[in-house]
């Protein structure tokens, strides 16, 4: 993605410093736990696709536009600081956890400031429309990552159950981000529509590409176990599949077990069966659907470098290591 960064590197070295300035704090574990996320080698593809979609709509040099993308990357750092607590997770991005680092009570607590450094932002921006999206947007984060909780090591969730989950938790601060850039534009429903279509597609796909590489990938590129959401007890849509397409079968029966057991020592086993029977190729060809109708959301647009940079962030969500 480093192309698409070229294309707006004054705007993204604005957010950087904009970032800076606003995790600065008299309480230095904030700063502490704060800046060790935020400078933790993350893609920023959120501020990427909403710095994106402004400069295609000619918006890229409006200030609110940075303080826009700044706000969306404190909420996803946020999420991902409590995420990793209810998660209990010790690895993230090849690094340890802020909870592993830090403990459980003050991850949570400072996810809760960036959190409140966020919603700041989008006060000074002065639009309610913005507002009341993200705002939106941040109630089916909440609600996606509940109801993932309660589907923990429920075997009988569906590709429907899945495909809400990852909705909320995942696509809908993209589809977010690109339709309040377009609020932002002055831009039109139509366009306002057609960008947080594209966002949400791009959520999904990106996701769903997340879950594949869980069991697909390796943990050197990954920077995290292989298997994570196993061991969670998490069914995503590779599990989801394998289960469907193994039947009533002995593999099937197998693979219930190791789920109910959160059984890593035998991933090597479930990643073989999730390849054999199919559901990993199912998996990606979904993933690859996502990509390509969030592409196609992108024809409202006039044609220029920050489409055909939209389109290619499509394309990489599913053509990735990590």
Not at 48 to 73: C, M, N, P, R, Y
Not at 161 to 176: M, P, Q
């Amino acid at each position: 993605m480093q192309s698409s960064h070229s294309l707006v590197a004054d705007q993204f070295n604005d957010v950087n410093t904009l970032i800076t300035e606003q995790l600065n704090s008299e309480v230095g574990l904030v700063e502490n736990i704060s800046h060790y996320l935020v400078d933790s080698g993350g893609k920023r593809v959120r501020p990427l696709v909403t710095l994106l979609s402004a400069a295609a709509l000619g918006d890229a040099k409006h200030f609110k536009q940075i303080q826009l993308a700044t706000a969306i990357e404190f909420l996803h750092t946020a999420t991902l600081l409590h995420d990793d607590v209810v998660d209990m997770s010790t690895l993230r991005r090849g690094k340890p956890t802020a909870n592993a680092n830090w403990g459980n009570a003050s991850s949570v607590l400072v996810g809760d400031f960036v959190y409140s450094k966020a919603f700041e932002l989008l006060v000074a921006i002065g639009s309610l429309p913005v507002m009341d999206v993200l705002s939106h947007s941040t109630t089916k984060i909440a609600e996606g990552e509940v109801k993932q909780l309660m589907l923990i090591g429920d075997l009988s969730l569906s590709q429907a159950d899945y495909f809400d989950v990852i909705r909320n938790k995942t696509a809908v601060l993209f589809s977010g981000c690109c339709r309040c850039a377009a609020i932002i534009a002055d831009s039109n429903s139509e366009t306002q529509n057609a960008l947080a279509l594209y966002g949400l597609h791009l959520g999904q796909a990106f996701q769903i590409f997340d879950d594949y590489l869980d069991y697909a990938g390796n943990a050197d590129d990954l920077g995290k176990n292989v298997g994570d959401d196993l061991a969670e007890g998490k069914l995503t849509l590779p599990l989801i599949e394998a289960l469907r397409l193994t039947g009533s079968t002995q593999d099937n029966r197998f693979l219930q077990r190791i789920i109910e057991e959160k059984d890593l020592t035998r991933i090597d086993a479930v990643v073989a069966l999730c390849r054999e029977s199919g559901a990993l190729d199912h998996t990606l060809a979904v993933a690859h659907a996502e990509a390509n109708a969030a592409k196609k959301s992108l024809a409202v647009l006039s044609q220029s470098i920050y489409r055909d940079a939209l389109s290619d962030i499509a394309d990489q969500a599913v053509h990735r290591k990590k």
